[in-house]
Structure formats: structure tokens, C-alpha cells
């Protein structure tokens, strides 16, 4: 079993920052590509940013230029650091990972529950 488990969403007032972690946990071999996606108020889920156990990113248009994706493998989390945040960036945070847990077996996704973030104009 794999559990990810976000922290750090809140408050925050346009143009401010926030940092998002997640930390995997549980029977984990290897973790492949990490990353964040968000959930608007009545919109679908939508990719923010990933990042290839090789630190190689992937940025939604939206955010390049304010939010930047880290990982440290080692301690198993990925990080969001987001700036100059717009109320459009309102939305449940959510931290996404393809997780081996044995040497042999394929990469499944796994999914924390989520951490809101508000960003108020």
C-alpha cells in the first residue's frame, strides 16, 4: 500500500506565495514521474506540473513563469512553490505518483486527498 499525503495549501492574497508538499509513504521500490494537478471550483482536474525522477518538468501554460516543481527522491516528496498567485489559481491541489513497489512489477498511480488552496483578490 501507497499513500501521498499533501500539506501546506491555505489562504493567500493575490500576488502572494505558497509551497505545497507531498510525501510518499508505504511499500515503494521506486517512484517514476511526480506530479500536481488542480480542481477548480465546476472544472474538471487539470495538470499543473510534473517532474521525471530525472528532473525533467512539465509545466500547464498557466502557471510557467510563477509555480516551479521540485523533488527530493530520497525523502520521497515533490514540491510546488507557487508565486504571484491569481484567484484563478483557486482549486484543490492534489499530488499525483507512479509508483513501483516491487522490483518487477509496473508503475501504478497513486493519489493524495488533496490540500485546498484560496487565493482571494
Known amino acids: 500500500q501507497v499513500q501521498l499525503v499533501e500539506s501546506g495549501g491555505g489562504f493567500v492574497q493575490a500576488g502572494g506565495s505558497l509551497t505545497l508538499s507531498c510525501l510518499a509513504s508505504?511499500?515503494?521500490?521506486?517512484?517514476?514521474?511526480m506530479g500536481w494537478y488542480r480542481q477548480g471550483p465546476g472544472k474538471q482536474r487539470e495538470l499543473v506540473a510534473t517532474?521525471?525522477?530525472?528532473?525533467?518538468?512539465n509545466y500547464a501554460n498557466s502557471v510557467k513563469g510563477r509555480f516551479t516543481i521540485s523533488r527530493d527522491n530520497a525523502k520521497k516528496m515533490v514540491y510546488l512553490q507557487m508565486n504571484s498567485l491569481k484567484p484563478e489559481d483557486t482549486a484543490v491541489y492534489y499530488c499525483n505518483g507512479d509508483v513501483k513497489s516491487t522490483s518487477w512489477g509496473v508503475p501504478l498511480a497513486y493519489w493524495g486527498q488533496g490540500t485546498q488552496v484560496t487565493v482571494s483578490s
Open positions: 517532474i521525471t525522477r530525472g528532473l525533467g518538468t
Open positions: 508505504g511499500i515503494i521500490f521506486r517512484i517514476d514521474t
